[in-house]
């Protein structure tokens, strides 16, 4: 099961095959990371803030002087896909846990992995790779040959996990719209969903005590986080609700719609949407939706079929390559070559009047004036690709609906594969506060035969949901529930806070 759906480019993993050499998550890990860009910056952070041993290396001397002074670990500067400096003392590759490349060179960070796998087989190797021909084309590979790889063969590439950032942003950007646009969704296995939503005064909930929630709805939900005037914190049963605070809900799928309207959110039925970018990203986005538009994908929210689909779908970009290319692969779409802030344009093709706006260009700032402009001429809805979860703070003050920050997920995904066997997923939530962690309990687990109600420990994690070996899916437990060996649990935690993991997967 692949509860985060942004986690989408492990292939190893996807087609069941278990190649990645693995370590302790209780030892320090010495990660080397080549790349000090924004990605490979905060995964640095979050590594260093879990007491890992680090070593940052990128070949731009300024870059580096630039965070000598702000980030705890060895910084280098040199070319992070030469041996002879990745063999140096400095750097001493041979004692390292893990290799993560994340230059703007997708060759760059392929051969670098191959490279070191052929002389540190036993190393894991993470690549970031944008060029979406290498992930379809290494997936279907993996898949053809899929009782070769299940073998004692070598990953393709010698690369563990390649991550494809602008797939897990489409398919964030998708689940988003499926759902209606009213919040980004985590989803867990076929059964359960957790949404973010805005508390909108007068509703149900405005003025409720966490504790007396559960009376206003017939059927079991869990508040998981609390956002109230700027800080995050996981729930107490005294605390109050009130408007303005946005609180994380997990539930059924099939009753999250039902818990829309308790918080005062409508789910508008999106029959009109418009996408400005036609890049890769927004071409992931369109192959999906336009796909999904032959059959109902709004069943999760109307039952009927003839609340269904998209009646238009509308690409803008201003580039003439991309909008020509765009109008060859979606000849059902209606593409415009032009500027989106051209009021008179927008005016004349009615996208005013659009139910839902999707900025995916790659200038996830001016994805954030787009969607407040076209708000402001009256489309209901926008989904914004921002840089980072503070920016999407910064969207949400704006008006956007949805932000999808785009850097945290990368992260996300690669500290999923840092955490040893035993987890098997991460996803920041909160803007950041809290860590969503999937893990299964080893039987060497001090909690194992032990009772949830005997090792909770309210304000410092909560497990949310259990999925029992045997079990086809998650079911929220209670108090009573027994813990064994095998069991895939998925909790909350403070996020960088390794010893709630300890507990849990080691």
Do not use: W
Not at 129 to 146: G, I, L, M, P, W
Not at 190 to 207: M, P, R, T, Y
């Amino acid at each position: 099961m692949e509860i985060f759906s942004t986690n989408l480019a492990f292939f190893f993993k996807k087609f069941n095959i278990e190649k990645a050499p693995r370590f302790c998550y209780n030892d320090c890990m010495k990660i080397v990371i080549i790349g000090a860009g924004f990605t490979g910056v905060q995964l640095a952070k979050r590594l260093i803030n879990e007491g890992n041993d680090v070593y940052l290396i990128d070949n731009d001397e300024d870059t580096i002087n630039h965070y000598i002074n702000q980030l705890d670990c060895t910084l280098i500067t040199a070319d992070g896909n030469n041996m002879e400096t990745l063999e140096d003392k400095k750097v001493g590759i041979a004692t390292a846990d893990a290799l993560v490349t994340l230059t703007e060179d997708d060759e760059i960070n392929m051969i670098t992995c191959s490279m070191v796998d052929s002389v540190y087989p036993d190393l894991l190797k993470i690549a970031r790779v944008r060029n979406y021909a290498y992930y379809v084309n290494t997936s279907e590979v993996v898949k053809k040959h899929a009782d070769t790889f299940s073998g004692k063969h070598r990953p393709l590439y010698g690369i563990d996990f390649m991550i494809h950032p602008d797939i897990e942003a489409a398919e964030a950007i998708v689940k988003a719209v499926e759902h209606g646009a009213v919040s980004d969704i985590v989803t867990f296995g076929d059964k359960f969903e957790l949404a973010a939503l805005e508390v909108n005064k007068g509703s149900a909930f405005d003025s409720v005590a966490l504790k007396d929630l559960r009376k206003l709805a017939d059927f079991k939900f869990i508040v998981v986080f609390v956002e109230s005037g700027g800080v995050s914190s996981l729930p107490f049963g005294d605390s109050v609700l009130k408007a303005g605070d946005r609180i994380g809900l997990l539930t059924e799928t099939t009753n999250l719609p039902r818990l829309l309207p308790l918080c005062g959110v409508k789910a508008d039925r999106l029959r009109k949407i418009v996408m400005v970018g036609a890049g890769r990203i927004g071409t992931n986005i369109a192959d999906h939706l336009i796909e999904k538009n032959k059959k109902p994908f709004y069943k999760k929210f109307f039952d009927s079929p003839a609340n269904s689909g998209v009646d238009d779908f509308v690409i803008v970009d201003s580039n003439k390559e991309r909008s020509k290319a765009a109008s060859e692969r979606f000849p059902t779409a209606k593409v415009l070559c032009c500027d989106i802030t051209d009021e008179n344009m927008v005016r004349e093709e009615g996208l005013d009047k659009f139910d839902l706006l999707i900025a995916a260009t790659h200038n996830h700032e001016m994805n954030m004036i787009i969607s407040a402009y076209m708000e402001s001429l009256g489309v209901e809805k926008t989904i914004a690709l921002v840089a980072q979860s503070q920016f999407a703070d910064i969207a949400r003050k704006l008006g956007v609906e949805v932000p999808i920050p785009l850097r945290d997920t990368i992260v996300d995904s690669i500290m999923s594969h840092l955490h040893g066997k035993n987890v098997t997923g991460i996803h920041t939530v909160s803007s950041g506060a809290f860590e969503l962690v999937e893990c299964d309990l080893p039987s060497s687990s001090k909690f194992l035969g032990k009772a949830l109600k005997d090792i909770a420990k309210p304000g410092e994690y909560l497990l949310l949901l259990i999925k029992k070996i045997g079990a086809s899916d998650y079911e929220i437990p209670g108090g009573n529930t027994v813990l064994s060996a095998g069991d895939h649990l998925v909790l909350i935690e403070k996020t960088g806070d390794k010893k709630v993991l300890e507990r849990f997967s080691s």
